[in-house]
Nanobody
Framework: QVQLVESGGGLVQAGGSLRLSCAAS????????MGWFRQAPGKERDFVAY????????RYADSVRGRFTISRDNAKNTVSLQMNSLKPEDTAVYYC??????????????????WGQGTQVTVSS
């Protein structure tokens, strides 16, 4: 089992920045590829960013590419999402998730076995 806890959400004005963190604990948390997803009210949960176990491969949704950066520190078992130039449409609950062990990169949330509880990000206009 892997336990994930997100932090760093909050209220920010458009154009501002936030940094989300996801702390992993349990069975070899640093061995998993990780993803960030978000869910706005009344909408489906969508892919935001992905990072493989070493940090050498990163992928982004088109809507956040160039503004968001995913990173990880395996020594600390943390994954971060630096969000810059935030827009009101970025408002959502943000979740980190661990990809099923051995799976290749995917945006399919069904392939992610472990999820955090989510952290709210609100961007005001």
């Amino acid at each position: 089992q892997v336990q994930l806890v997100e932090s760093g959400g909050g209220l920010v004005q458009a154009g501002g920045s936030l940094r989300l963190s996801c702390a992993a604990s349990g069975r070899t948390g640093s061995s998993y590829a990780m993803g960030w997803f978000r869910q706005a009210p009344g909408k489906e949960r969508d892919f935001v960013a992905y990072i493989n176990w070493s940090g050498g491969s990163r992928r982004y949704a088109d809507s956040v590419r160039g503004r968001f950066t995913i990173s990880r520190d395996n020594a600390k078992n943390t994954v971060s999402l630096q969000m810059n130039s935030l827009k009101p449409e970025d408002t959502a609950v943000y979740y980190c998730a661990a990809l099923r062990f051995g799976e290749a990169y995917t945006r399919d949330l069904l392939k992610y076995d472990y999820w955090g509880q989510g952290t709210q990000v609100t961007v005001s206009s």
